[in-house]
């Protein structure tokens, strides 16, 4: 008989506290790798980190300093002299136990822990005010364990070597608050021109700068009003929480609108404001507020000082602009927006985001309002792509006569169908139908959609159609956008990426940043000229004649539904330049147009900057040649082409036509109705007419240049008999003269000496 094994049971219990000893072993062995590691690279903690900071110089392309920015606009304050209140509206949303703990709070380490426990990030920080007065001294932004642990650490050093009041009155004095001002002092002038020692600041205004070190520009009043009156209100709920006010004096403020400081202050020295504020966003983004305002980093900028002041100049004429009048909040209206900047390097020569600027950071029309580019995008989504991918150049023929696609149906502004016309005459008189056709049925939406990203501008191919062709974008383009965009016809194809920072250093001579340009060859050289020679059309003979400066340019206008836009984008060998119009909220302009308004600012720009500059021609590419083709059909001229239907252009090699002209037919007509002869018909003439397997109506202009589809119904049974003399007379086309009882047959050629 066999012994039985025994079998172990497994204890459940002995094996989760062997696991959890594991784990404890292993995060406790981490943890303290990860302490050391952060105590051997903290930095040593200094009076002058705590107190003072360098502004950062901003130098023009020329290597000339335009400005500073940053620590000057900081303030210093004795925290004697501060309001009560406004300390305790800090205390109450930064930090309520600030005078009993030691540097850090445990309820707020636990709290910040568990947030990020839970979302798999580091998303809360939890820090005291002590802690923000060593990160924004010491250490850099980024949120990582090794930062927090020596955030942590220099804490405690803080709390032991200064009392409360003097880390109070550090913090309030070297805290970030937007918009360039550091510290209280500078954030009361900026935003309400107040002085902290006047102790007029109302609890409202207490509040908002209260909320402000979380996010400074997320919550900027100047950017962001319904955000930073959010955010006041949290902090006035704050200060009713602990007891700082009463909840009756919370809703009272509350009940208050935010109203700003808009003079200009002296002590704030601010040229071209708009073009500043877009180089300081960009800097913030990338390296952080900190060391923007207060790291002494030297910013060389693409800056074109003079043609800068030219079009702040030019944006500030009321007479460039429709009828204007001040909105709710004092600005005028219409607003607009100008960008300048040089195709063959991407440098942004000048940029104006509206027609005023108060000196504080506001809204950059140029970089930040999408809007609708009208006619202005058909170079981009229709006739580019028409010359790259579908062959076509500016002689191709397209019937401009009335048109749908499903339940959508172009018109042309002027209300004109032209008929047959080429892709030159087309977009120099900004002929709608045409764009939407060779859209439609020549390009393809995916290729029109490839063709605009390679320019900069991405759109969703399930958010457009046929209207793309004629500007009808989802979410719109910036004037930076088109500005880029035309960048690449002039630039021979080659679109560049934008940019308005050369290089950045650090005080110590490190270089951080050194521009390298990012390019891309967006289309063929050959389409680029094309484009070019076309749209140079537009401006010496179409929409855009008011942007004629007595050298070669290329633009096109753009007028969306109403008036609600107007654009001109334009170019010359050495400079592209965007022009926007239109109200911040979409209002109609029915007397305005793109060939009116941006044309004059466009003209009045590029002429003065360039005053000194030689004229140049726009460069010829290899591979361009010229012919002669029919204006009808697009073909090479055949027997029956007229004299007054050629038109010779230009071409990309390999596209000239090698059919000839195949719609220009002798056709035999009744002489008096022009409709097709009967039996009926005492007079026929044979012409030279467009025969297509269609009929148009007698709306489009060339109408009567085509070959009718229908029967005569002017002459009928009751003039000449069939059965009497001259009846079943048949006629030969060609013969000229030949008399019948029927009449005389008579050849019109149509040729002219």
Request: aromatic share 8%; net charge neutral.
């Amino acid at each position: 008989m066999s012994q039985k094994r025994r079998r172990r049971k497994l204890n459940y219990k002995r094996l989760a506290i062997l696991i959890a000893i594991l784990l404890v072993l292993i995060i406790g062995g981490t943890g303290v790798g990860l302490v050391f590691a952060s105590i051997k690279d903290m930095p040593a903690i200094s009076q002058e980190a705590l107190e003072s900071g360098a502004s950062t110089m901003i130098y023009d392309m020329d290597g000339n300093l335009v400005t500073q920015i940053g620590i000057r606009n900081s303030v210093p304050v004795d925290l004697k002299k501060v309001p009560p209140q406004l300390k305790n509206a800090f205390l109450a949303i930064e930090d309520p136990r600030f005078y009993q703990h030691h540097g850090i709070s445990l309820r707020g380490i636990a709290r910040a822990a568990w947030t990020d426990l839970t979302s798999g990030s580091l998303r809360e920080g939890g820090s005291t005010i002590t802690q923000q007065l060593v990160r924004i001294s010491f250490l850099s932004a980024e949120k990582t364990y090794k930062r927090k642990i020596q955030e942590i650490i220099m804490a405690f050093q803080v709390e032991r070597r200064y009392t409360k009041d003097e880390i109070l009155e550090m913090y309030l004095n070297n805290v970030y608050l937007g918009e360039g001002a550091y510290g209280i002092q500078a954030a009361a002038q900026t935003y309400f021109g107040k002085n902290i020692y006047d102790q007029n600041l109302t609890l409202e205004e207490i509040a908002l700068l209260a909320g402000l070190p979380q996010a400074p520009s997320a919550y900027s009043p100047f950017l962001d009003p319904k955000a930073a009156k959010a955010r006041r209100n949290d902090v006035l709920d704050s200060m009713v929480k602990y007891n700082y006010i009463s909840a009756s004096e919370a809703e009272a403020a509350k009940a208050k609108e935010i109203k700003l400081e808009t003079k200009e202050l002296a002590w704030r020295q601010y040229p071209y404001p708009y073009f500043l504020d877009y180089i300081t966003d960009q800097l913030t983004e990338k390296y952080g507020e900190a060391a923007v305002f207060k790291g002494g980093l030297k910013v060389y900028t693409t800056l074109d000082t003079k043609i800068q002041q030219i079009a702040e100049t030019a944006m500030g004429r009321n007479a460039n602009f429709p009828s204007s009048k001040a909105d709710e909040n004092g600005a005028l209206q219409p607003e607009g927006a100008v960008v300048v900047l040089d195709p063959h390097t991407g440098y942004i020569k000048a940029l104006v985001g509206g027609r005023e600027h108060t000196q504080k950071r506001q809204w950059n029309r140029a970089t930040q309002t999408a809007r609708q580019p009208g006619s202005a995008f058909k170079p981009i989504a229709a006739y580019g792509p028409a010359i790259e991918y579908a062959g076509m150049g500016p002689a191709s023929v397209v019937d401009d006569i009335p048109t749908s696609y499903e339940s959508y149906q172009p018109h042309n502004v002027d209300g004109r169908y032209r008929g047959l016309i080429t892709l030159r005459t087309a977009l120099t008189n900004s002929v709608n139908i045409v764009a939407v056709k060779v859209l439609m049925d020549y390009v393809g939406l995916a290729n029109s959609i490839k063709f605009a990203s390679n320019l900069g501008i991405t759109l969703d191919p399930a958010n457009h159609g046929a209207s793309m062709a004629l500007g009808g974008l989802h979410t719109g383009v910036t004037p930076l956008q088109m500005a880029c965009a035309y960048g690449a016809f002039d630039n021979q194809g080659v679109y560049i990426e934008p940019t308005v920072i050369i290089k950045v250093e650090k005080q110590d001579g490190v270089i951080l940043e050194q521009h390298v340009p990012k390019q891309h060859v967006a289309m063929k050289p050959t389409t680029a000229f094309l484009i070019t020679d076309m749209l140079r059309s537009v401006v010496s003979s179409g929409t855009g004649t008011g942007a004629q400066i007595s050298r070669p340019a290329a633009g096109k206008t753009g007028t969306t539904d109403e008036g609600k836009d107007l654009w001109f984008v334009g170019y010359t060998p050495e400079l592209v330049a965007a022009v926007w119009m239109g109200y911040d909220q979409p209002t109609a302009m029915p007397q305005a147009y793109g060939g009116t308004y941006p044309t004059r600012v466009w003209q009045e720009i590029m002429s003065r900057a360039l005053s000194d500059t030689p004229v140049t021609s726009f460069p010829t590419p290899a591979g361009i040649v010229s012919a002669t083709v029919d204006g009808k059909s697009g073909l090479l001229p055949g027997p029956n082409t007229p004299t007054d239907s050629l038109v010779t252009d230009y071409f990309a090699s390999g596209t000239v036509p090698s059919g000839t002209d195949n719609v220009h037919n002798f056709i035999e007509v009744c002489a008096a109705s022009g409709q097709l002869p009967t039996q009926y018909c005492p007079d026929r003439v044979i012409k030279p007419l467009i025969k297509l397997p269609y009929a148009v109506p007698p709306s489009v202009e060339d109408f009567a240049l085509r070959a009718p589809t229908e029967s005569c119904t002017l002459h009928a049974p009751g003039g000449t008999q069939p059965g009497k003399p001259g009846a079943g007379s048949t006629t030969t086309p060609g013969k000229t003269g030949t008399k019948t009882d029927t009449g005389v047959i008579k050849t019109d050629t149509g040729k002219k000496n």
